[in-house]
């Protein structure tokens, strides 16, 4: 068995370090702004690291993704009502080359989501809040320094949808060891959010829609500490720090009092505290079992001052089938405590200071399983000329995946993605 014949094995230290670093806490998008298992449609908005081996060559990545999810714990009716949701995310991610040292990336794309949740703050169905559309562009700059070990990098982007406005800026430092074994990465990201307040039909004391508007700033910290042990196994421990300030309920949210009842008008608005902070641990291993399998895991422990513990467990397999053909089945299972401000449907005292019935924040467990295929032959899938400038394009390897997810509350979901690389000379 010679392992340096295997495209699994290291052949370049630093870039298996870069697979091992896990993905930056990028803030969510709505409208699940609470969720902390990460299940749901996976986050397009984060940019691309520049990838080490592909050096001269324009990357482009076409990705999309089907999300759908059913379940009977909707916020929107106070935690009752239906959770039914799609969401569908093209996205285009453009990597670029500008020499040896420097790349630049963009990340653009859009969420088109359809809810028979936020249909009910209207209580009508087919309202203008049964769907909505949103559009995001991010840009980075990256570049290596002279002593080719440590890369600096920049971005910026905005997002936009119907009653939200998010900017964002973001910073990062990565250094190598000298022999390639060790790196150390450093990213800090801040979000600059203005949402309109959007108020369940019954609630609105004006007769509009909208009530005015209230912002959020977020703060993340991620840093990643990772190492190759031996041939076959490599270790990352990371932290991914956020600290929000401003907004952090959600306005259409209801919540019914015991006091109250449930009756139409008994609701009041979703309310919970202007500060969040939260502190997740991560640890990742991957070992190289043979020249045909490899193991991930993945290990994350969170806790927040809302009062949420969880834990989250990974495991992914890839396993070669052919040389140019990788399954790789996945299975993920978390739990979590509730937050301090949680009950369910007629739960609360009206004498709370804070509430909410969002099932996002309850004490629940979840099982996420799923396959992975990605096919990716050494010269490539096909060859074709672009439509500018008439060069030939290389479209590489093709990744498609598919996860099923239930939840302890009964919500459960099914998403699709698929992932079509190419490069240009």
């Known amino acids: 068995m010679h392992h340096t014949s295997s495209p699994f094995v290291p ?4 870039a298996l370090l870069l697979a091992l670093l896990p993905a930056l806490a ?3 998008a709505t409208p699940t702004p609470n969720r902390v298992d990460g299940y749901g449609t996976p986050n397009t908005t984060a940019p691309s690291p520049p990838n080490p081996s592909n ?3 324009t990357e482009l990545n076409i990705l999309t993704s089907y999300y759908s999810q059913d379940g009977n714990r909707g916020a929107v009716e106070g935690g009752i009502g239906t959770q039914q949701l799609t969401d569908l995310t ?3 991610i453009l990597n670029v080359p ?4 420097t790349r630049l990336s963009a990340n653009l794309g859009l969420d088109y989501y359809s809810s028979a949740s936020t249909d009910r703050i209207d209580q009508v169905n087919s309202s203008p809040s049964s769907s909505d559309t949103r559009f995001h562009a991010d840009f980075g700059y990256s570049r290596a320094l002279a002593d080719k070990r440590t890369i600096v990098g920049l971005g910026a982007g905005v997002s936009k949808e119907y009653d939200y406005l998010s900017f964002n800026i973001t910073g990062s430092w990565a250094k190598a060891s000298a022999d390639g074994n060790r790196e150390l990465s450093v ?3 801040a979000f600059f959010d203005r949402a309109t307040l959007i108020l369940p039909v019954e609630l609105r004391t004006n007769g509009r829609r909208e009530n005015g508007s209230d912002t959020r700033q977020s703060y993340n910290l991620n840093v990643v500490y990772s190492q190759v042990l031996n041939q076959r196994l490599q270790l990352a421990v990371s932290t991914e720090l956020v600290a929000q300030r401003g907004l952090l309920s959600t306005p259409f949210h209801r919540v019914y009092f015991r006091e109250t009842g449930g009756g139409y008008g008994a609701a009041k608005t979703e309310l919970l505290p202007r500060q969040r902070l939260k ?6 291993l991957n070992y190289y079992a043979t020249d045909l399998l490899q193991v991930r895991g993945y290990y994350r422990f969170y806790n927040d001052n809302f009062g949420i513990t969880a834990h989250t467990f990974e495991l992914e397999t890839p396993l070669k089938v052919t040389p140019f053909f990788v399954l790789y089945p ?3 299972y978390h739990t979590q405590t509730a937050a301090d401000y949680f009950a369910p449907y007629l739960s609360h005292s009206i004498a709370d200071e804070y509430y909410t019935s969002d099932y996002d924040l309850a004490n629940f467990s979840a099982n996420k399983v799923g396959l992975g295929l990605r096919y990716s032959p050494v010269y490539g899938i096909g060859r074709f000329k672009t439509p500018f400038g008439g060069r030939v394009a290389k479209f590489k390897a093709l990744d498609i995946r598919y996860a099923y997810y239930r939840q302890s509350t009964g919500l459960t979901a099914n998403l699709i993605s698929a992932d079509l690389s190419f490069t240009l000379p």
Not at 11 to 14: E, K, M, P, S, T
Not at 279 to 284: M, S
């Open 90 to 92: 093209p996205t285009i």
């Open 98 to 101: 500008l020499d040896s040292a």
């Open 11 to 14: 052949r370049c230290a630093a």
């Open 330 to 332: 996945f299975y993920r």
């Open 187 to 189: 990213a800090a990201q």
């Open 279 to 284: 502190y997740p641990v991560g640890l990742r």
């Open 55 to 57: 050096h001269g060559e």
């Open 26 to 28: 990028w803030a969510q």
